[in-house]
């Protein structure tokens, strides 16, 4: 089936502008994670969402992020009055049910420009 | 925080020949997995070696995992030009709610096949 898919692919931007990043989960996942990759930073977690849940959202760098997940399937990764900082690839991951043993799959990500 | 650190973190080799990554983490794991990512974009999950494996094989990838020592290896055997890619090493760490898991990942190891 499907796999995780990210929209849009890049994303240029005005410093002061907000952003919306979407992300489709694979059919079925309950579990939905979203990473940063910075350059020379690595990957860090922001968010996750499970089931019906309260979210996770310890990992979110600021009260720009924010989240949500709608109906259970798809998500939005919001940043409000972009910073130069925000910069990044932003990569978003489902996984069946959110289990410590369980692979997640990650969608091919969004690359953010905050000129 | 940091948990996984690879070891290279650049490694150049020519076609046919081996490529060894190191990964050191700090805390207790349930498992480890290894993720490729190729020019920056979306994970692809490779394998995952759970806290009492010792060794596990995957066509021409094999994974060790060293609990006393808190450190994994992840070999390539007989390297191919399509096997260029950054190679991660991720640890689950637990939320304390709602059970799910997000991933810690190292800053990973740039490996480079030459034709």
């Known amino acids: 089936g499907a796999g995780v898919s990210q929209s849009p692919s890049n994303k240029v931007t005005e410093k002061g502008k907000d952003v919306e990043l979407r992300c489709d989960p694979i059919s079925g996942h309950t579990a939905l994670y979203w990473y940063r990759q910075s350059l020379g930073q690595g990957l860090e977690f922001l968010i996750y969402?499970?089931?019906?849940?309260?979210?996770?959202k310890s990992g979110l760098p600021s009260d720009r992020f924010s989240a949500e997940r709608t109906g259970g399937s798809v998500s939005t990764l919001t940043i409000q009055r972009t910073q130069q900082e925000d910069s990044a690839v932003y990569l978003c991951?489902?996984?069946?049910?959110?289990?410590?043993?369980?692979?997640?799959?990650f969608g091919p990500g969004t690359r953010l420009l905050v000129l | 925080s940091q948990q996984g650190e690879e070891d290279p973190q650049a490694l150049s080799i020519q076609e046919g020949e081996n490529a060894t990554m190191n990964c050191s983490y700090k805390t207790s794991i349930n498992n480890l997995q290894w993720y490729r990512q190729n020019s920056g974009r979306g994970l692809v999950h490779l394998i995952l070696?759970?806290?009492?494996?010792r060794e596990k094989h995957s066509g021409r990838l094999r994974v060790t995992l060293d609990t006393s020592k808190k450190s994994s290896s992840l070999l390539i055997t007989a390297s191919r030009a399509a096997d260029t890619a950054s190679y991660f090493c991720?640890?689950?760490?637990?939320?304390?709610?709602?059970?799910?898991?997000?991933?810690?990942f190292g800053k990973g190891t740039k490996l480079s096949v030459i034709p």
């Open positions: 969402f499970q089931g019906n849940s309260a979210p996770d």
């Open positions: 991951a489902s996984s069946y049910s959110g289990g410590v043993r369980e692979t997640q799959y």
């Open positions: 991720a640890t689950p760490d637990a939320y304390s709610g709602a059970g799910s898991y997000q991933l810690t």
């Open positions: 070696i759970r806290s009492n494996e």
